[in-house]
């Protein structure tokens, strides 16, 4: 679980960028909203979609390598 933040800034792609509060580059209190505790950045960004029209993940701090359909798709299965 982590907490999770939507910048009140868009970035220059116009999108407003979820953060997790450790991540290096979350703006500052005043340049963000709280979205709320969730285990995956998609999970934040899905509350985020409700508060702004364009919105995306950090690349740094909501990167998708631990998205579980990978391993799914990987372990299920001998691909041969
Ligand atoms: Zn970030």
């Not at 005043?30 to 995956?40: I, K």
């Not at 993940?57 to 041969?80: A, R």
Request: charged share 25%.
């Amino acid at each position: 679980m982590k907490f999770f933040y939507l910048s009140s800034n868009p970035n220059e792609s116009g999108q407003h960028e979820v953060h997790d509060r450790d991540c290096v580059l979350i703006p500052d209190s005043y340049d963000r909203d709280y979205l709320g505790p969730y285990n995956t950045g998609n999970e934040a960004l899905r509350k985020a979609q409700t508060m702004k029209t364009e919105v995306g993940l950090c690349k740094h701090c909501c990167n998708t390598h631990d998205q579980p359909i990978i391993s799914i798709l990987k372990g299920g299965k001998n691909i041969v």
